[in-house]
């Protein structure tokens, strides 16, 4: 008789077959495949884990149900076999639930100062290290590879790259975080400038991108950018170097503008502008085509309104709250030294809940 999960005999056959391809060392002098594979094999991983676990608890429960007439013992044991079947089936039912393809990519997050001026720009320049301490914390590395400076430290506009080492599980990947994090961030506190004492209220803008691994997912045709080169400058506008190595990269379709200068190479401040103007052009692709099937695979947690108020910092409280999933607790001085994840967590919480509840009215 066919059991209820069926449908993951297909997933066990492609496991098996790519763990096979994962031992032929040949397939490892592809890096982008050998990476591929190793992504969807981490992925089906989960669900060959999740399918033993319920196959064994099930054939516990069988077996003991053809006996417990017979024996006390495991009529006595059944209904504790028959609930763990249970637990089990509902975890892999969750497991089988379609996830972000996304999720194990790396990201670029855009960070910048929205209203409130020099403030907001502070403010963008505590939300960059929010981050980078976030992703120390997780083993992952990070590289800002934009920034342009106010005089007071703060941040007009910054990239930052965030790489995962190795192929991390699917829910543990870069993106499968952090992409909770687009939207507008709130702060409230007395900026270094207030004279008075008074609270200002100021935002920053975070927009997060999945990081296109190979160049043949986006297609760029050279004669569609116009790139132009000065010299780089730093806060105040003067100039921090003698020759024109700054890039400024314009894709005339879309009308998408890219400004490197960290580098102190035309070349490499050109490969940076490239990189992030990849990431911006596979987002927009992903949001044509998300609206095009008016399936946005996501739940209120994932918004592509980038007007929309997530999340705000008091500082005065030291309070985190984000309006989206509720949460909110005091230690936003932990949050901004790079302890997000109990935040992120919500996000994820509430997005798994709105997806199995979607699947469940489907």
């Not at 004669?223 to 024109?244: A, E, H, M």
């Not at 379709?253 to 401040?269: A, C, D, F, H, R």
């Amino acid at each position: 008789m066919a059991h209820p999960f069926a449908a993951v005999e297909p997933m066990l056959a492609e496991y098996a077959d790519i763990e096979q391809q994962l031992a032929d060392p040949a397939v490892h002098g592809d890096q982008n495949r050998a990476r591929k594979l190793g992504r969807r094999y981490a992925e089906l991983g989960q669900v060959v884990k999740a399918y033993d676990a319920w196959r064994s608890a099930a054939d516990d429960a069988e077996a003991a149900a053809e006996l417990a007439a017979d024996d006390a013992e495991l009529a006595a044991e059944l209904p504790a076999l028959q609930e763990a079947e249970a637990v089990a089936a509902a975890h892999l039912r969750n497991v089988l639930l379609p996830r972000d393809p996304d999720d194990g990519r790396d990201v670029i997050i855009e960070i910048t100062g929205g209203a409130g001026g020099e403030e907001s720009s502070l403010f963008a320049g505590d939300l960059l290290r929010m981050y980078l301490k976030y992703a120390e914390q997780k083993g992952w590395g990070a590289q800002v590879l934009e920034a342009s400076e106010t005089d007071l430290g703060g941040y007009k506009s910054v990239h930052l790259a965030v790489k995962s080492k190795g192929t991390p599980e699917p829910q543990d990947g870069v993106w499968a975080h952090l992409k909770y994090e687009g939207g507008v961030h709130r702060v409230q506190r007395v900026p270094t400038t207030e004279t008075q004492g008074r609270i200002h209220t100021s935002t920053a803008g975070v927009i997060v991108m999945p990081e296109v691994e190979t160049e043949e997912e986006v297609d760029i045709d050279p004669n569609d950018l116009k790139i132009d080169v000065y010299r780089s400058s730093g806060p105040g506008g003067q100039s921090v170097n003698t020759t024109d190595s700054a890039v400024r990269i314009t894709h005339v379709p879309t009308g998408i503008v890219v400004s490197m200068q960290n580098e102190k190479s035309q070349l490499q401040n050109r490969e940076a502008g490239m990189r992030v103007l990849r990431a911006r052009l596979l987002a927009a692709q992903q949001e044509a085509a998300a609206a095009e099937a008016s399936d946005l695979r996501q739940s209120q947690v994932r918004t592509r309104d980038r007007s929309e108020r997530i999340r705000t910092y008091n500082f005065p409280e030291n309070r985190i709250a984000d309006h989206r999933t509720g949460y909110k607790a005091y230690n936003l001085d932990q949050v901004l030294a790079g302890d997000l994840e109990p935040v992120i967590q919500s996000a994820i919480a509430a997005d798994e809940a709105a997806r199995l509840a979607s699947a469940g009215d489907s």
